[in-house]
């Protein structure tokens, strides 16, 4: 039988964790099991789980340390469900587990029918978002290639400073069918890249992107409507403007989302 999906287990308690891994196992589901918040770290970095189970009292990485830094991860992790698991179970505590930004909460002792039901509903949430998702940038790449007649597909570069980062968006554009290249900020300024050909630019915001922009503006034939700067979150209202005055069309801020990409070629490309 094909696994139901892979649950990340996080617990101190080396009994409860052992239990709480054979029930989900039992239900069709594969398991990492992790007894420290900075062991559950290393553990994602080597596989990816669908969702994580963490209890929220532990020491030393505890359970909000660990989604915060989670939700910081640019590389898929932010998006991955989180349930706190709890023995602290009045209304205030479940409210402040979910303003954490927990997407669930379940309380000790634990009743496994409400967990195996609770991680069920939520990788079936996963799922309907990202088939909405999926159906959304079909209809926008859509219209995108009728407005080009058809003719060749997108072609996009990315300039990154960490290609593993940005890999589920150059994967979502090249699904859809565009031509999407990847290129290290750190050869920008020793190699002569040329960009006139390309359709859109998104390039991650960098020190090194920053100080080789007006170059790479040049290079891309100063066309309106083809730079897009991928920023930080916690972005400047001045460096934003600044980017626009140097020839960004438009600045889209962390989480990078693949339907904001596209809405924002809809609406900014001059597509010929």
Known sequence: MSSLGTIMCVEDEPILLEDIADELEDAGYD?????????????????????ILCDMMMPGLDGPSLLKKVREHKTGLDRIPFVFLTARSS?????????MGADDYLTKPVDFEMLLATVHARLE?????SEGMRQQLTAIYSE??????????LRVSMIVDNPQSMRPIAAAMQDLGCEVRMLLDQHIATQNIDLSKDDAVFLVYSQIVHL?????????????????MLTPASISEELTAALRESGISDCIGYPYKPAEIFRFIMAKMKVK
């Open 31 to 51: 398991t990492i099991c992790a007894s420290t918040g900075l062991e559950a770290l290393k553990l994602m970095r080597k596989q990816k789980p669908d969702l």
């Open 144 to 153: 995108l290639q009728e407005k080009q007649d058809g003719s060749r597909p």
């Open 91 to 99: 209304r205030e505590d479940v409210i402040a587990g979910k303003m």
């Open 212 to 228: 080789q922009l007006k170059d790479l503006i040049e290079n891309g034939g100063n066309k309106p409507g083809k730079f897009v």
């Open 125 to 129: 949430e996963v799922k309907r978002l």
